[in-house]
């Protein structure tokens, strides 16, 4: 499959006309040039643009494939916008052997272009199932041997949290809006649903852009059809929206609306942007007011990601976005993706319901219950444990120190990723998260004779974790799974050998239960962190999605309980169909506006402190507050930026729209601070944050304000951040982390002479801060030896610093297809980052390793999927094209990666590899804001 774009025309959506002009003097552009693309999607509503393939043929398909990472040349300019040297030639030739690179000259050549971006994939929403995975079921709709209790209906509790009960006793459900869902499609025979598909019906508007057997790694069989039966997710997200079920007793948070579904995910596998973007096109030509997107899984860090920036255009046209968070909480802050980060997209992070449906582990000596935990069965695993007398054991080694973290020690064998020697025949086996994936575990416990596996999470000591098991690659496995906190997992350890020291057997069996639990709200752990690399504030809002019960496929089960910003999402796209009936209001702005101002901040696990507001945004949604809000507060919400950038004052507009006079006082809630980083053992922020009690302080002028009937006025708002001393720094001086800070304004109204009767609910305005520099934050993680040149397979080359003759240094022989392997880890996240080889006799730039310069690179995090970056280089130098081409600029913002004009070989020789990465907020004419590295010398032998 060739190299897929996103192209994006300059002429505005609105004029149809040169919406067609612009297109077709594009594929008139590309033939007269001999490429051959294939049209997968033109965009005619989101924006004015296309998805196209390029097409290899025998005479540049090597060429092709050579460039499959290849993008968009270019440079960034001092304001930070990527900028593109535009030319005047077109090279014929070029466009004949590497139409790839030919592509980047449209750019220079076509003045109709905007900009555009090279295809990116999205992975399927990881959420936690409280059932079997869908892959379980087989496709004639027979449920497995073994069924976990799918959980009771729940919903109305997390309409208690939220005010919905109230809203709709009022009389509103979303009646009048249209709600479009981009997701696995959904089962709409289910009767909760409606029951049917089309005109009349609840589901009235769909299409399925896919097909049951994409993976993304082939073409799409789309059908009118967005039925799904093989996943679940769409038709969850559905049900907590929209579903009025009258068998269960629940219903979604607005079941008056009217849904258009439109699948984007097959039975397997991932998707990709350009179908994203298409169902996005046709949900805005369906007519559709709001879209409701459960995606948070995307990797940039950036606002000019292709989907970013089309959905931002939506919410600017009017079209309300409702967008996941994303569950990748335990990579540290600052993690915000794509789209998300999206301007006046609304980025919803999770709380757990109310009423929560756990799966619980009993644990047993000599019949004597011990201890419970919540346990979490891991998607893609089955359930077939007997219920009573499943004995434990461990391969975790005993320590003496009776701390928790004394039993989260570093050994092989407790990992379970090695051949297991131990006797676990007939036992469920406790082994530690990390080192390998969960389907190598199990399996490793399953050829020892273990019955199950459980695994703690040493990275989270207060959430059991829940990710997919790639069950094709281990289709073996027929073992339970099942996922248990850090903190849960040390305490059974602990009572295992507690029992072990104490008795003269260490037998301990386990019962696995469910039961239904109510507790206060929490804020969920695998909400993603905010904020951006510009510290732009996300999630903007926090709906529940902690254990949600909800419809199902039929043929699935018919219900389920999942947990997840998916989860969320759809509750709050159903708030702001009840907002938008209620009020009549149908702006994004006005929409966030109300949603934010009256949102009720969170506390922290400690139930005193404020939650941070990389966490929480404005806080968890209310309703019925938001409906019947009769002030608002602009803006609503208050970036101070970092240290360097910092914003010292700002001006509240309050606004009274009622026909009453109303006095406020203003006052300042103070939250959480967050440290995110310890640059003492590594670049890449912590898994886990480390709280601080720090914050700045806020006056107002006038502290008190009285407002008449439909009147406006203006506040002063004066910040001061908190002290450099409440800053941890290491022996040297310099800062081990920054503190994201923050808080909110309260807006609570105070009785008029005396009279306390019909005082508002107070509203609120959330405002954060960074203590530090972005601009200081490190790159690479140099702490933990990358940048570095190693062998294939990622072990490092050290060379003996004591010799210095060439013939000691690493060769390369690049005509006999070697390579050089560069592995790279990003701390954060860098707007520029280049590859110059550099000639070691005179330290003379050569040029640009070819195939690596990329711009708007997401940081790494702990994940085994996303742990750093690996370039093969095969010896291919680009030339600088600027120096060969016109100054004149053309602005070109998006996600890309360089392609170089022309290419050639390096001559043999002595070289380094300087590896410059462009810091947060950095001007690319400025030497100190770039962050170097210089690898040792190796030669190219000729």
Request: with cysteine; charged share 20%.
């Amino acid at each position: 499959m060739g190299q897929r774009y996103t192209v994006r025309f300059r002429s505005p959506p609105e004029n149809k006309a040169e919406v067609q002009a612009d297109q077709k003097a594009f594929l008139d552009y590309l033939q007269q040039h001999h490429i051959n693309v294939t049209v997968r999607y033109k965009f005619t509503n989101i924006m004015n643009g296309m998805s196209v393939q390029l097409v290899p043929t025998p005479s540049n398909s090597t060429m092709d494939q050579q460039q499959h990472l290849d993008a968009i040349s270019g440079m960034i300019n001092q304001d930070g916008d990527i900028m593109f040297d535009q030319g005047n030639l077109v090279d014929d030739s070029l466009a004949r052997h590497r139409p790839a690179m030919f592509l980047t000259q449209t750019l220079q050549n076509c003045p109709y272009i905007d900009q555009y971006w090279p295809g990116k994939r999205y992975a399927r929403p990881n959420v936690i199932r409280y059932a079997p995975a869908p892959h379980t079921f087989n496709r004639t709709g027979t449920a497995p041997v073994y069924y976990i209790d799918p959980g009771s209906p729940n919903l109305k509790y997390a309409h208690a949290m939220t005010e919905v009960d109230r809203a709709k006793r009022a009389g509103w459900t979303g009646n009048g809006i249209k709600v479009g869902i981009l997701d696995s499609g959904i089962d709409y025979n289910h009767p909760s649903l409606g029951g049917c598909f089309g005109e009349g019906c609840l589901v009235q508007y769909g299409y399925d852009l896919v097909g049951d057997d994409y993976t993304e790694l082939n073409d799409p069989i789309p059908d009118s059809d967005p039925h799904d039966s093989c996943d679940g997710h769409g038709t969850h997200v559905a049900g907590i929206l929209a579903a009025n079920d009258t068998f269960k007793g629940f219903e979604g948070v607005a079941p008056g609306v009217t849904l258009g579904v439109w699948r984007i995910f097959g039975c397997h596998g991932d998707t990709d942007d350009d179908i994203i973007l298409a169902a996005a096109d046709m949900a805005v030509s369906a007519g559709m007011d709001v879209i409701n997107l459960s995606l948070g899984g995307g990797v940039s860090a950036w606002a000019e990601d292709a989907l970013a920036v089309a959905l931002s255009a939506m919410a600017d046209r009017g079209i309300i976005v409702v967008v996941a968070q994303g569950n990748e909480g335990r990579d540290g802050i600052a993690r915000t993706p794509s789209p998300a980060i999206g301007e006046h997209v609304i980025a919803v992070g999770s709380v757990d319901n109310a009423s929560k449906f756990n799966h619980l582990l009993r644990v047993y000596h000599h019949g004597r219950e011990l201890a419970s935990y919540e346990y979490v069965l891991i998607d893609g695993s089955h359930y077939d444990l007997d219920e009573t007398n499943t004995e434990l054991t461990t391969l975790v080694t005993e320590r003496k120190e009776k701390n928790i973290s004394a039993t989260i020690i570093e050994d092989e064998n407790d990992t379970g990723c090695h051949p297991i020697i131990e006797d676990v025949q007939n036992k469920v086996v406790l082994v530690k998260g990390g080192e390998c994936d969960l389907g190598q575990k199990a399996l490793e416990v399953q050829n020892a004779g273990g019955s199950g596996v459980l695994i703690y999470n040493t990275a989270d000591l207060d959430n059991a974790d829940s990710v997919d098991m790639d069950t094709q690659r281990y289709s073996l496995v027929q073992i339970p799974v099942i996922s248990l906190s850090g903190q849960d997992g040390a305490a059974l350890l602990r009572h295992y050998y507690g029992m072990k020291a104490n008795s003269m057997t260490s037998k301990m069996t386990l019962n696995f239960v469910a039961e239904k639990k109510t507790k206060k709200m929490v804020k969920k752990m695998f909400s993603t962190w905010g904020p951006d690399p510009e510290l732009h504030l996300k999630p903007d809002i926090v709906g529940v999605g902690g254990s949600m019960y909800s419809t199902f496929p039929m043929e699935m089960g018919a219900y389920t309980t999942m947990s997840g910003t998916s989860m969320a999402t759809p509750y709050i796209s159903g708030c702001v169909a009840l907002l938008m009936q209620a009020t009549k209001e149908h702006s994004p702005i006005s929409i966030i506006r109300h949603l934010l101002n009256s949102a009720e901040p969170i506390h922290s696990h400690d139930g005193f402190n404020l939650e941070s507001m990389a966490r929480q945004g404005a806080g968890l949604v209310q309703i019925y507050d938001s409906i019947l809000a009769s002030s608002n507060v602009t803006p609503y919400k208050i970036p101070l930026n970092d240290t360097e950038h910092f914003q010292l004052l700002t001006q509240l507009v309050i606004e009274n729209t009622s026909n009453a006079t109303k006095k406020y006082q203003l006052e300042h809630l103070p939250a959480m601070a967050i440290s995110g980083y310890d640059f003492r053992k590594s670049a890449v922020p912590l898994r886990r944050g480390q709280y601080q009690s720090t914050n700045g302080s806020v006056y107002f002028e006038p502290e008190t304000i009285t407002l008449g009937r439909q009147e406006k006025k203006n506040v002063t708002v004066r910040f001061e951040q908190p002290s450099l001393s409440e800053l941890t720094y290491d022996k040297h001086g310099d800062i081990i982390s920054p503190l994201v800070y923050g808080g909110f304004l309260q807006l609570r109204q105070i009785p008029m002479n005396g009279d306390k009767s019909r005082l508002a609910p107070a509203l609120h305005v959330p405002y954060y801060g960074v203590l530090g520099n972005q601009r200081d934050l490190p790159i690479f993680d140099t702490v933990q030896g990358y940048p570095y040149i190693g062998h294939e397979y990622g072990t490092p080359i050290h060379l003996d610093k004591s010799h210095i003759l060439p013939s000691i240094i690493p060769t390369y022989n690049f005509e006999k297809d070697e390579k050089l392997h560069l592995f790279i880890r990003l701390g954060s996240p860098t707007a520029l980052l280049k590859c110059e080889l550099i000639k070691s006799s005179d330290n003379q730039v050569m040029g640009y390793v070819s195939r690596f310069q990329n711009a708007w690179v997401p940081r790494n995090d702990n994940s085994l999927s996303n742990h750093h970056y690996t370039i093969h280089w095969d010896g291919q130098v680009a030339l600088d094209f600027r120096s060969s081409l016109s100054s004149s600029q053309v602005e070109l913002k998006g996600s890309l990666s360089s392609i170089p004009i022309k290419t050639y070989p390096a001559d043999p020789g002595v070289y380094r590899l300087r590896l410059s990465a462009l810091k947060i907020f950095g001007r690319t004419d400025k030497s100190e804001d770039w962050e170097t590295w210089d690898s040792f010398e190796f030669g190219i032998l000729g």
